[in-house]
């Protein structure tokens, strides 16, 4: 079955310290997405890519970064400059623009600062 | 700038009784409208997609409707289960990559 796979489910970051968390998708889908969920909040844009090698920063990309180097694939790194990082990241996607065609999100991961 | 609420935050019901989840938006001007379930600690899934030419759509026992004169959406779930119980979320498509999300309602079915 096709789907987003997320990994790892749970992650813990020390002060100064560089994470990475993985998104694969093998929906064929062109665009994917990266968002923040913290408690009672809606979901934030973090960063989003349209197509292999370009992505866009979306509203709270600070101290966030990304590649886009297969379609398949959306890595997303939290760096130190994070200062708030501890949250649930979900990874999702959808065909070109998401007009006419809705999401599919990954299982997420959760990070936490230690 | 668009804003999308969800009232209210948390609903407790008893099973089996039918019941209405709320989606407000403030800006008429949408592509879509998305209805997600999200079980603690997990992703989320889509229940119905609703485009803007369309007035409702249905799966299984949950029915959305989209009224974007008045900016109003609302999940209808009949004969509600302990299963249903979940946090719902809707989400606005308004263009380009923009889709606005609510903080969703906290749903418990109680047995």
């Known amino acids: 079955d096709g789907g987003i796979t997320q990994s790892p489910k749970y992650l813990f970051r020390k002060e100064g310290q560089n994470v990475t968390l993985s998104c694969e998708q093998n929906?064929?889908?062109?665009?994917m997405y990266w968002y923040r969920q913290d408690p009672g909040q809606g979901l934030r844009l973090i960063y989003y890519?349209?197509?292999?090698?370009?992505?866009q920063k979306g509203d709270i990309a600070e101290g966030y970064s990304v590649s886009r180097e297969k379609k398949e694939s959306f890595p997303l790194t939290v760096t130190s400059a994070q200062k708030n990082p501890t949250a649930f990241y979900l990874c999702?996607?959808?065909?070109?623009?998401?007009?006419?065609?809705?999401?599919?999100f990954g299982s997420g991961t959760r990070l936490t600062v230690v | 700038k668009q804003e999308v609420t969800q009232i209210p935050a948390a609903l407790s019901v008893p099973e089996g009784e039918n019941l209405v989840l709320n989606c407000s938006f403030t800006?008429?001007?949408?592509?879509?409208l998305q209805w997600f379930r999200q079980d603690p600690g997990k992703g989320l899934t889509s229940l119905l997609l609703?485009?803007?030419?369309?007035r409702e759509q249905t799966s299984g026992r949950l029915n959305a409707s989209l009224d974007k004169s008045s900016g109003r959406s609302t999940l209808y779930i009949a004969a509600s289960q302990p299963g249903d119980s979940a946090t719902y979320l809707c989400?606005?498509?308004?263009?380009?990559?923009?889709?606005?999300f609510g903080a969703g309602t906290r749903l418990f079915v109680k047995a």
């Open positions: 999702a996607s959808t065909r070109t623009g998401g007009r006419d065609y809705g999401y599919t």
């Open positions: 929906l064929n889908h062109d665009a």
């Open positions: 890519s349209q197509i292999v090698n370009d992505f």
């Open positions: 800006d008429s001007a949408i592509y879509n």
């Open positions: 609703i485009q803007s030419s369309q």
């Open positions: 989400a606005v498509h308004t263009g380009g990559f923009k889709t606005i």
